[in-house]
T-cell receptor
Framework: DTEVTQTPKHLVMGMTNKKSLKCEQH?????MYWYKQKAKKPPELMFV???????INESVPSRFSPECPNSSLLNLHLHALQPEDSALYLC?????????????FGPGTRLTVL | GQNIDQPTEMTATEGAIVQINCTYQ??????LFWYQQHAGEAPTFLSY????GLEEKGRFSSFLSRSKGYSYLLLKELQMKDSASYLC??????????FGTGTRLQVFP
């Protein structure tokens, strides 16, 4: 299994809703990432988990709350989002250490906040 | 600080060769990745360079000069399906990938 899966593919939510994005991989990768990508812009790193511990938080607002329940799963909990948070949310995973490690990306969740 | 510079758009003809340049400045550097991204899809890995020189992978090659903070991606025998954005992404010593704004390549028949 050499893929990263993400659910849902699309999500529409109101500003008062609470929702979660899910990401899963079974490649034995111990680093997992959340990126946000706006139209015609590059992916921007949000969070990095290494061995199920949060290692990087790129000053992301607290309305985004990541969780890594085990080495295969990564969640992003969303609460009280703003319309400007509408974007493609990408999950990625990679090996840890031992030089350069390619990040494998999932297909993304396209989020629309109304 | 971090700064990555690559052309915004390029056009080329099917069967031709195109070179996409990237210059970068990052605080700490492990190596450099190139990713391809079709519209509405996830980025897919193309190549990476750790040491200076050329890495060849089929129709795609990537070059790195660490001292100059410069890389390029060379695409040969262009096909229509190569129309996509190409993202230059240096990796820092904390394993962070910093993506450039991407170069949108259009291949014409």
């Amino acid at each position: 299994d050499t893929e990263v899966t993400q659910t849902p593919k699309h999500l529409v939510m109101g500003m008062t809703n609470k929702k979660s994005l899910k990401c899963e991989q079974h490649m034995g990768h111990r680093a997992m990432y959340w990126y946000k990508q706006k139209a015609k812009k590059p992916p921007e790193l949000m969070f990095v988990y290494s061995y199920e511990k949060l290692s990087i938080n790129e000053s992301v607002p607290s309305r985004f709350s990541p969780e890594c329940p085990n080495s295969s799963l990564l969640n992003l909990h969303l609460h009280a989002l703003q319309p400007e948070d509408s974007a493609l949310y990408l999950c990625a995973s990679s090996l840890v250490g031992q030089g350069l490690n390619e990040q494998f990306f999932g297909p993304g969740t396209r989020l629309t906040v109304l | 600080g971090q700064n990555i510079d690559q052309p915004t758009e390029m056009t080329a003809t099917e069967g031709a060769i195109v070179q996409i340049n990237c210059t970068y400045q990052t605080s700490g550097f492990n190596g450099l990745f190139w990713y391809q991204q079709h519209a509405g899809e996830a980025p897919t890995f193309l190549s990476y360079n750790v040491l200076d020189g050329l890495e060849e992978k089929g129709r795609f090659s990537s070059f790195l000069s660490r001292s100059k903070g410069y890389s390029y991606l060379l695409l040969k025998e262009l096909q229509m399906k190569d129309s996509a954005s190409y993202l230059c992404a240096p990796q820092t010593r904390t394993d962070k990938l910093i993506f450039g704004t991407g170069t949108r390549l259009q291949v014409f028949p």
